[in-house]
């Protein structure tokens, strides 16, 4: 067998321990696997005195992670501090310039410096692998960069944040609001003290700008992707979607429309029949539409230590085979700017709930706003009699564009009957 491959580890959190522990218990099959044995010599975190569950006794412990990059001795670089900017973006440039394979897990990087990262990386000629970065434990990009390589992709989607899941999942079993459930999560670790990232879709909104630029061959875009978290979803909406046979989502989606892309994360209503609302709690999943495979969905862990690190340590696999593909599937010059379509140019139909004074005429002023921004009505649900107190008031409507919903929506939450903002939820039937 080969000389081991010698990897330096940025970061010794969940994911940084989780790589060093898999790497040990299943050093014998991973070394099968890559040919060689992968082994840890350096790494770095900020504090060295803290138990991380895992010996770290004999390797080289660096205090700035950047000087890892230029460790003679390393192979390497395995980037899992986090964060856009700061040591882990200057780690990932020092490796690639050290002409050091770069492997990492963090999707605020990829999604916001990707391409100059694949750019530099391409130039360099090393592998820049970061299968971790989306859906944890699922090889969804490997899926499909490699997998349906021969596919063209119309639509990619996906739950694609566990906190948020886990959130809507226990909001619906218990009945419960959503910041009551959201404090539990913290208490049992499944959400940040600032748990902003992740329950305003920003974290999932870094991953499906990743799979659409895998998907679609364009440079990666998370400005355009727009952007909606949880915060808004109460109890009762989601027991009217119960009643109504959807579960609310929180939904990344990328498709193509009108030669152009859109990418959006934002609650949606799946009908509960649809194999992707019944994957619950933490759990992710990616649905991927391909003209010759047609759909297909992978299903899994999409954080925590054992399934981060379990993509991680394929990367490494694949590096110590001196297996790559292109970054996006395709080299830069490959790349197609294709533009992104605007969320007003969005197509769909809509939840709406109204908080309504009960008395005559209201229902007629709301359906005359609707009529008049072309805005058809498929049912409508009213819940109680409570006469002049306010009660909600649900219509599902069919196809409609969302600028004439948005226009029609701000009508509706001026009229006097109208006791609370709104509540619009985009109906996902596929
Ligand atoms: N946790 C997951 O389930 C998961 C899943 C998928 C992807 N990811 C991604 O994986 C990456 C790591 O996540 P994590 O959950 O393992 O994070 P974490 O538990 O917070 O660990 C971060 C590590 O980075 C170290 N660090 C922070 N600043 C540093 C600096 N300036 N110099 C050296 N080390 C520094 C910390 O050191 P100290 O320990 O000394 O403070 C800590 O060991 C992130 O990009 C995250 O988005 C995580």
């Not at 501090?81 to 040591?87: D, F, L, N, T, V």
């Not at 409570?386 to 701000?410: K, N, Q």
Request: with cysteine.
């Amino acid at each position: 067998m080969s000389r081991p491959l010698s990897v330096a580890v940025a970061g010794l959190g969940t994911v940084g321990a989780g790589l060093i522990k898999l790497l040990r218990d299943n050093a014998e099959i991973v070394a099968a696997r890559a040919g060689r044995p992968i082994t840890v010599t350096a790494v770095s975190a900020r504090d060295r005195t803290r138990d991380r569950g895992v010996e770290l006794g004999g390797l080289r412990w660096y205090e700035d992670p950047v000087a890892l990059a230029d460790d003679p001795a390393v192979d390497v670089v395995v980037e899992l501090i986090g964060g856009s900017e700061g040591p882990a973006k200057a780690l990932a440039h020092a490796a690639i310039k050290a002409g050091k394979p770069l492997v990492t897990a963090n999707k605020a990087l990829i999604a916001v410096h990707g391409t100059e990262l694949a750019a530099e990386a391409e130039a360099a000629g090393v592998p820049l692998a970061f299968e971790a970065a989306v859906a944890g434990g699922i090889p969804v990009i490997k899926a499909l960069r490699e997998g349906l390589a021969g596919n063209n992709i119309s639509r990619v989607a996906g739950i694609l944040n566990g906190t948020c899941n886990y959130i809507l999942t226990t909001m619906r079993e218990r009945g419960r609001e959503f910041a009551e459930v959201l404090h539990e999560a913290q208490k049992l670790g499944y959400a940040e003290a600032d748990p902003s990232f992740d329950i305003d879709g920003v974290d999932a909104a870094h991953k499906l700008a990743i799979l659409a630029a895998i998907a679609f061959g364009r440079p990666v875009a998370f400005d355009a992707v727009h952007v909606e978290g949880i915060r808004r979803i109460s109890a009762l909406d989601i027991a009217f979607a119960n009643e109504l046979g959807y579960r609310i989502k929180l939904l990344g989606i990328a498709r193509r429309i009108n030669g152009g892309i859109s990418a959006r994360v934002h609650p949606c209503m799946v009908p509960e029949k649809l194999p992707i609302a019944r994957v619950d709690g933490v759990f992710n999943a990616v649905v991927a539409e391909g003209d010759f495979v047609g759909r297909l969905m992978l299903e899994g862990r999409g954080a925590g230590a054992g399934p981060t690190a379990s993509a991680v340590a394929a990367d490494l696999i694949d590096i110590a085979r001196g297996r790559s593909a292109p970054v996006w599937g395709a080299s830069s010059g490959a790349l197609t700017q294709i533009p992104s379509m605007p969320m007003s140019e969005h197509l769909g139909a809509y939840y709406l709930r109204l908080m309504v004074v009960d008395r005559a005429g209201v229902i007629a002023d709301i359906t005359a706003i609707l009529r008049d921004y072309n805005v058809s009505v498929e049912s409508m649900l009213q819940r109680g009699r409570s006469p002049g107190e306010a009660v909600p008031l649900v219509l599902i409507t069919h196809e409609t564009r969302e600028s004439a919903m948005t226009e029609a929506l701000a009508r509706i939450a001026a009229l006097n009957s109208v006791v609370e903002q709104p509540t619009m939820i985009r109906i996902e039937a596929a």
